[in-house]
DNA sequence: CGATGGTCTGAATCGTGGTTCACTCCTTCG
DNA sequence: CGAAGGAGTGAACCACGATTCAGACCATCG
C-alpha cells in the first residue's frame, strides 16, 4: 500500500464537484432545463463529460441536487419573510413580496423551479419545494386564523392556491416573450390579491 | 387519367384521421404525454406508425391538434359557466365550480392540460389554453368591476392568479400518489378562496 | 380488365443525448 | 524512485423514440 486519500485530494475534489454543480445551476438559469446538457454542464465547469459521472450517479441526480440548491435558498427567504414581526395578514404580504420580487429577479431560474419540464426524480424535488412554499404560507394562515384575524379556512389549501397564484401569475409573463410590464405594479397587486384571498380585512395600503 | 378521390375514400381518410386523434387523447388522459409516444397511438388506433404521418407532419402537429381540441372543450364549458345569469360574484363561482369539478373527473387529463411536460409546439398550445380560461375570468371580473360589485383591480392578472390557484390546488393532488381528500370539500373551498380573491363580499353561501 | 393515383404498412434509419470505459495523468508513501 | 490508488478524459457506445420509404394493397374509371 502506497497511496492514501488526504485532505489536499479531499478538497481539490470537493472543488471540483462544487463546479459542476455551479456550472448547471448557471445553465438552468440561464436557458432552463432542456439547454443544460450534461456536456454542456461539463464544458462550463471545465472537466470532461465523464468527470461529471465521477461525482454523480448520473444526470438526474446532479439535478436533483441543483434543484435542491436553489430551491432551499428560495424557500429560506420566504420562510424568513413569513416568520417575521407583525400580525398574520403583514407577514403574508411580506412572503408574497419576497416570492414575487425573488422571482421577478431570475425569472428563468424561477421558471425551471417552478414550472419546466423536467425528469421524474428531479420532479419529486421540486414537489418538495412547492410543498415548502406552501408549508411557509400555510403557517402564518394558521396563527392568523388562531388568532381571528383570518376567517375560518383549509390553511393548506389556501396555501397551495397561493402558492399556484403567484407562480402562475409571475410565470405566465415568464415564458412567452417576456411581458414587459412593471414589476412594481405585478408585485403590490399580487399582495393585494393574496390578502384578499387569504380574507384579510382590506385596509387602505398607502 | 382513371383516379380521382370521391366522397367515399375522403370519409375514409377523415374516419382514420379521427380515429388517431382520439386515440391520443385516450392515451394522454391515461398516461400523460410521456406514455402517449407515435407507436402507442398508431397501435392503439389500429393503424401502422408510418400512417399517423400520412395525416400529420409530425408528432408535435398531432398533439397540437389533440390539445386543441381537449382544451376547447374545456373552456367553453368554463366559460358558459362564466357568461350564464347572475352578478359578477356569482358567475365567478359558478365557473371555478366547473373547472375545478371537471378537472377533478378527469385529473390527469386536467394534468396533461395545465401542467405536463410538453413539446414547445404544444406547449404554445397550451398556453393559449390558459390565456382562454383566464379572459372568461377576466371577463365576469370587468363586468363585476363596472358594476361596483367588486373592487378596483387588474382584471387580467386576478384571473390569471385564479387559474394558477385553481391548477396548483388540483394537480397538487393529481400528481402524487393522488390525495384521497373530499372532492366536495375541495371544490368548495377554492371556490370561498376564489370569491375572496375578488374581493366579492362575503355573502352566507347556503 | 388494367392503368393510375392514393393510402397503409412496418421494418429500417436517424438524431439526440445520456452513459460507459480503456487509458492517461497525478498524488501519496514505502 | 516506483508501485498503488484514484481522478480526469473524451471518443465510442447505446437506448429510445421520432421519422422515413419502398413495396403491398385498394379504389376509381376509361
Redo the contacts with the bound molecule.
Keep these: ?6 485532505e ?2 479531499e478538497a ?2 470537493r472543488a ?1 464537484r462544487e463546479r459542476i454543480v455551479r456550472a448547471a445551476l448557471e445553465l438552468v438559469a440561464r436557458g432552463g432545463y432542456r439547454e443544460a ?3 454542456a454542464v461539463a464544458q462550463r465547469a471545465g ?5 461529471v ?3 454523480f450517479p ?3 441526480e446532479l439535478f436533483a441536487e441543483v434543484f435542491r440548491v436553489a430551491s432551499q435558498r428560495e424557500v429560506d427567504a420566504v420562510t424568513g419573510a413569513a416568520t417575521a414581526q407583525g400580525d398574520a395578514p403583514e407577514r403574508i404580504a411580506c412572503a408574497v413580496e419576497t416570492f414575487a420580487r425573488r422571482a421577478l429577479a431570475g425569472r428563468r431560474l424561477a421558471w425551471a423551479l417552478i414550472a419546466e419540464p423536467v425528469d421524474p426524480s428531479v420532479e419529486a424535488e421540486r414537489l418538495a419545494f412547492r410543498e415548502a412554499y406552501a408549508d411557509a404560507f400555510a403557517d402564518a394562515l394558521r396563527d392568523g386564523v388562531a388568532a381571528g384575524e383570518l376567517p375560518e379556512q383549509d390553511p393548506h389549501l389556501t396555501a397551495t392556491a397561493l402558492v399556484g397564484a403567484i407562480g402562475e401569475a409571475l410565470v405566465g409573463p415568464t415564458s412567452p416573450t417576456g411581458g414587459r410590464t412593471d414589476d412594481d405594479a405585478v408585485v403590490a397587486a399580487l399582495v393585494q390579491f393574496s390578502l384578499r384571498a387569504t380574507g384579510a380585512p382590506v385596509h387602505v395600503r398607502r
Tied chains: 1, 2.
Excluded: L
Excluded at 500500500?1 to 488526504?6: D, E, G, K, N, V
Design positions: 500500500m502506497a497511496y492514501r486519500p488526504t489536499r485530494t481539490r475534489r471540483t446538457s450534461v456536456a472537466v470532461a463529460t465523464g468527470t459521472y465521477r461525482h448520473g444526470k438526474a
